[in-house]
Structure formats: C-alpha cells, structure tokens
C-alpha cells in the first residue's frame, strides 16, 4: 500500500534519471571544437568546406587567442604542412607569399601548420607577425612521435636523446610526417590558392596581423578620403633594365599615379595625396614629378621609428582607404589585408622584376588601369588577359618595336641617359623603321589584290 502511495515520486526519480543519461550522451556526440567562420573587414570568409575541422588537444592558445589555422582534422593520419620563412632571399613581401601558401594548403587539406624558425638567420622580417605561428597542437602530437625530445622544447633541442642530436622535425620528416610545397619557392602566383583569394582573406588577416611599432611621436593615421600613392623602382636611373637579350621596365611612369589621383579628386576633389616610397627613392625624378604637378607630400612620419620604419609603414597603409600601388609585394599585401575600399593597380606594356600578371587578384576593391591603351578594367580576368599579351607576346611587344614610345612615357628618365637606356634605343630607329617598311609592303599587298579582285568583276 506504501508503495503504491509512493508511485508518483518513483517515476519522477526515473524519468529524472532518463533524462540525466540522454544529456550526458547528446554531450559525448557535440564537437569538441565548433568552427567559427572569421569575417574581417566586411569581406566574405572562407565557406565551411574549407575551414570545418577539430583540433587534436586543449592546448592553450597563444598571444593571438584562437586562430583559424588552428583548426585541422585530428583524425587524419598526423603530418603537419612546413612554413619555412628560411627557403628563399626575399624580403617581407616575398616571405608573406612563400608562408601564404603554407596556409592555404594546409587549410584545404585540414591538416596543421609548423611554423620552422631558422636558427641561423633570426632576422627574417615576417618573425614581427606576433600571430604567426604553429597550429596549436602539434608540439603535443608531435611529441608521441620523437620520443626523447624535451616536451618544454621540442623543436630546439639537439641533445643525443633526441632523434641522435638531429632533432623532432628531422624525425617527422624521415617517418614521412612533413609535407613541403614543392615549386618556385616564392610562390607569387594566385592560381596555387585554387579559390578566389578573398576566400583566404581572413585566415590571413589573422595570421598577419600586427601592431604598430613603438614610436616617439604619435603619427595620424591616413584620412577616410586621402590616396596614398605607393612608389616602388627596381632601378634608380633609367627606362629600361636589360638582362641579356630581354628589356624590363624599371618602374612605373608618371601616367599611372596622374590617372589615379584624376580618377580620385572626382569623387574627392579637396583629398590630400601621400606618396610613400623607401628613402632611398625618394628623390627618384618620378617622385619629384609627383610632388610638383600632382601636390603629393612625401610621406616621412615612420623615419622615427628607425630600423622598424618599414613595419610601421606597413601598418600605416594598411589604414589606407585609397591606395595606387607599384609593383610591388609589399604593398600588394598592405592593400589586400588592409581597409583600402579602391586600389588602383597598373598595367604595364611589359616585363618588370616581379611576376605581376600573376598577382592580380579577383576583388572589387581593385581597378586595373593598362597604362598603354589608357584603358580601365574592373574585372582582374579581363586585365590579366591583357596584362599577359604584354608578357607573354612573341610578335608585337610595345618594349621590342615600339621602345621609343615606351621610352617617352619616362621623360624625367630619358633625361638622365643612362647608358642602358642609350644602349637599347640606339637600335630603335631600325627595328621601328624594318617594322614600318613591313607594315607598308602588307598595305601594298592588299591594295593590289583589292584592285585585281575590281578588275575581275563583270
């Protein structure tokens, strides 16, 4: 009879306890890790596809907190895509290319990062990026590999009990347990990324990211309406750069930045214009031209900073709303990570020190300008299609038949008559003049078969 009473509270106590195992079980089937989509300054990050995927461990993160290039698939068999910054010569620009593709590989194949410090060369510029870094993890997994290894310093320690003295990242490389990009160590080529690069844009805006140096003067930021004109050369006092039997421009001539800062002072006509330069080109004839006819201030704040002057000027135009670029790889990465809303790109009518046909990127924020046929582009297909005639062109190149036109386009340069420049367009009266003589025969040709064809008609 008592327990008949006491029904009521028995089932209460078992559905409490049904309850109880089914929340347990709903938490032992969740991800330990959920994937956070990052979205940086107003861009589309990577789809789900790319980016979903668990970590091996609860390893604290770093400085930087959680990252995405912490996420990679623990269930996979364990190798870890090497970031070496130690592989090639360049400088900032061309390490971030070489480390880029790490990144994007190693996201697409969900699988982590080792970030291999050169013990020899510590003064390789990407080693300021405080977020760049190993994925968290791998030290712990790698350790159930090097047995012998000290925990505490896994990739530093040579002692005998480890690996023999030859180190982990020996060991993980003779089990087959590192995988290197192979190919041009440089990397300078959008195509490896696969997907559009805004794609990737967060995952490296995370891994770049940086502060500003410490300076003794505080320095404004760029204002939301100014353009900052990026002036870069590969050769101080001439047109053309000759390596053997092929001519590369220098730079890019004053056109450009003229159409830049026209196109800008529509939508902005009381905008101030900034033109950034290393100080060792800052007294370039071009730069001097801009001043002049264009009112651009150099800009000069970051000199303070001294030997870190090249990271603060990295980071100040980053902050640029508006920005018309050289060919260069440093400020091709200051303009896609940074705030720029437009960024004018030239095209040049040939070859220059860099592969830059290569690196114009699928992103409205760019508008590509073909200094040659003064003609605008909006979408990078179109302008990396004309961008390769001028390349990649057997018959018609502008810099071999037309190299007096191309050479007026640098009048402040042509003034200087450095020998090189001499050298090349010496010849340019015959090979313009044997292109013009062909050019008349073929008229003459057509014109006579035009007038045969007339004579054959009833």
Not at 111 to 116: A, N
Not at 321 to 346: C, D, N, Q
Not at 392 to 419: I, M, N, S
Request: include cysteine; charge should be positive.
């Amino acid at each position: 009879m008592t327990w008949r009473r006491c029904g009521w509270l028995w089932l209460l106590i078992l559905a409490t306890g049904i309850t109880v195992i089914m929340l347990m079980g709903s938490v032992a089937l969740a991800p330990a890790v959920p994937v956070e989509v990052v979205e940086a300054g107003g861009v589309a990050g990577p789809s789900a596809s790319l980016t979903t995927s668990t970590r091996s461990t609860t390893e604290a993160p770093g400085p930087c907190g959680r990252l995405l290039l912490d996420h990679w698939d623990a269930g996979k068999p364990f190798k870890v895509v090497l970031l070496a910054v130690d592989n090639q010569g360049g400088r900032f620009g061309n390490e971030l290319f070489s480390v880029a593709a790490g990144l994007v590989q190693a996201q697409r194949s969900q699988r982590p990062v080792l970030l291999h410090r050169p013990s020899i060369d510590k003064r390789r510029q990407i080693l300021r990026l405080p977020c760049l870094r190993s994925s968290a993890g791998v030290a712990r997994q790698a350790q159930e590999i090097c047995h012998g290894c000290a925990e505490e310093k896994i990739w530093e320690d040579r002692s005998g009990t480890c690996n023999r003295g030859q180190g982990c990242l020996e060991k993980l490389r003779s089990k087959g347990h590192v995988q290197v990009l192979g190919g041009d160590p440089f990397h300078q080529d959008l195509a490896e990324w696969k997907e559009p690069p805004l794609v990737w844009r967060p995952l490296l805006r995370e891994a770049f990211q940086v502060e500003m140096p410490q300076l003794k003067e505080p320095v404004p930021m760029p204002n939301s309406t100014d353009l900052v004109l990026y002036f870069r050369c590969y050769r101080k006092a001439q047109v053309f750069d000759l390596h053997g039997g092929t001519a590369f421009l220098s730079g890019v001539p004053f056109a450009f930045f003229e159409h830049a800062v026209l196109q800008h002072q529509q939508e902005y006509p009381a905008a101030s214009v900034w033109v950034m330069a290393d100080p060792s080109m800052r007294t370039h004839p071009t730069v001097k031209r801009l001043e002049k006819e264009l009112k651009a201030l150099v800009f000069t704040a970051m000199d303070q900073a001294k030997k870190d002057a090249w990271l603060a000027d990295w980071v100040w135009l980053r902050e640029a709303k508006h920005l018309a670029m050289s060919p260069s790889t440093f400020v091709w990465w200051a303009a896609f990570l940074g705030e720029a809303e437009r960024i004018y790109v030239p095209i040049l009518p040939g070859l220059i020190g860099l592969p830059w046909c290569k690196l114009l990127p699928e992103d409205p924020r760019f508008r590509f300008y073909d200094i040659w046929t003064n003609t605008s582009y909006n979408e990078a297909s179109v302008a990396k299609s004309h961008c390769q005639k001028y390349t990649q062109c057997k018959e018609g190149c502008p810099v071999k038949e037309q190299r007096l036109r191309v050479a007026e386009l640098y009048p402040e340069l042509l003034e200087l008559q450095h020998w090189q420049d001499q050298e090349y367009l010496a010849s340019a009266d015959k090979t313009e003049s044997r292109i013009g003589r062909a050019w008349r025969e073929q008229e003459a040709r057509l014109e006579a078969i035009a007038t045969r064809n007339k004579k054959l008609r009833p």
